[in-house]
């Protein structure tokens, strides 16, 4: 299986999704996550963000929403204090997911540039007006179906919060905070 395999365009639905796992090439740590996109879309999001460069260890397919919990809480005592989806590596961990991953070690990741993406950037990268991006981002405005699907591509926050989220909700998604920074 190839990073082509998964386009980034691939979506499972509203009740399915993607469970990852990312790991902190410094650290070692693993990130064990949720995205109804693809977990590429969200990997180069996250890895973006981290101020040191993450791996994909694996994901898996056509998973519940409370099956990321259930992770959670599986591997409780794996947790780092603090930080409520980095785990830390464990034998147990890597076997349980190199049992339940479609994928491991095969993609290649976009470059790492920059740690944030702009207004303007998002804007050019998604083919949505810089008016109109900012109208969302302000509150005047709501996205529509397509302009939202063009935003989650890029963004790597599903289409749902832009169509349906509050102003605070869409700000929080695509703004870099210390939960998606590698500990």
């Not at 190199?98 to 993609?107: A, F, L, P, R, V």
């Not at 920059?114 to 405005?141: E, F, H, Y």
Request: hydrophobic residues 35%; proline residues 4%.
């Amino acid at each position: 299986m190839n990073e082509t395999s998964i386009a980034t365009t691939d979506k499972i639905g509203d009740n399915l999704g993607f469970i990852y796992f990312f790991q902190c090439t410094s650290t070692r740590n693993v990130k064990i996550g949720r995205t109804i996109n693809s977990p590429f879309i969200r990997f180069d999001h996250i890895n973006g963000m981290s101020p040191t460069a993450l791996t994909i260890l694996g994901y898996a397919k056509n998973t519940h929403k409370k099956f990321e919990s259930e992770l959670h809480e599986r591997f409780r005592n794996l947790r780092i204090h603090g930080k409520r989806e980095w785990f830390t590596i464990s034998d147990e961990l890597i076997s349980f997911i190199k049992n339940i991953s479609n994928q491991t070690g095969e993609y290649k990741p976009l470059p790492r540039t920059k740690k944030t993406i702009n207004q303007i950037q998002i804007a050019r990268d998604s083919g949505v007006s810089q008016p109109m991006l900012s109208q969302i981002l302000s509150g005047q405005r709501r996205a529509a179906w397509g302009t939202a699907k063009k935003l989650a591509l890029v963004t790597g926050v599903p289409e749902i919060i832009w169509l349906e989220g509050t102003l605070e909700e869409i700000w929080e998604a695509i703004t870099p905070n210390t939960e998606t920074d590698c500990p």
